[in-house]
């Protein structure tokens, strides 16, 4: 299913009445009928691109937060994190309660990017050595290494803020 075809599930509630004798409606019965056919979630979709399945930031698993104008994944302790870099840097909406959001443009974006894709733009600019291109002192980030799910939010801020900051880099 694309996810151009996000509709509401149909639910169909007939009641059967039956007029008694003093002039009242009796309810005899209530039915429900709702199709089969229920449309993917954006969560879902978005969690089957390949690297969608964690966090773009620390790896962890099933993440259901996102940052729109990055284009990743994130847990809820990370997306706090880009939170507060602020909305002209990352844009954090979740997957499951901001569901405005998620048109089929937005969806289909997401779809062809995956955290594995933008990790290889926005983790590239970090430094593997003292100095960058252009000559000027990095070694404030040359211990910022990737966090792990079990570790400690100060680790996820400094790389997640490195990260940042070298993106933002001038020449």
Not at 37 to 66: F, H
């Amino acid at each position: 299913m694309s996810p151009v075809e996000f509709q509401p599930s149909v639910s169909e509630d007939l009641v059967l009445e039956k007029k008694s004798g003093n002039g009242q409606h009796d309810v005899r019965g209530t039915h429900h009928h709702r199709t089969n056919m229920k449309p993917e979630k954006p969560i879902d979709l978005l969690r089957k691109v390949d690297g969608n399945n964690m966090c773009a930031d620390c790896g962890a698993s099933e993440p259901d937060w996102a940052s729109l104008n990055l284009g990743a994944l994130l847990c809820i302790e990370c997306s706090g994190v880009h939170r507060n870099l602020g909305v002209h840097i990352s844009k954090v909406r979740s997957l499951t309660l901001d569901v405005r959001v998620w048109e089929p443009s937005v969806i289909n974006l997401f779809q062809s990017l995956g955290n594995m894709f933008v990790n290889s733009i926005w983790e590239e600019t970090l430094p593997d050595d003292n100095s960058s291109a252009d000559g000027s002192d990095t070694s404030q980030y040359l211990s910022v290494s990737k966090p792990k799910h079990k570790d400690v939010f100060s680790a996820k801020e400094k790389f997640i803020h490195a990260k940042d900051d070298c993106t933002n880099m001038t020449p």
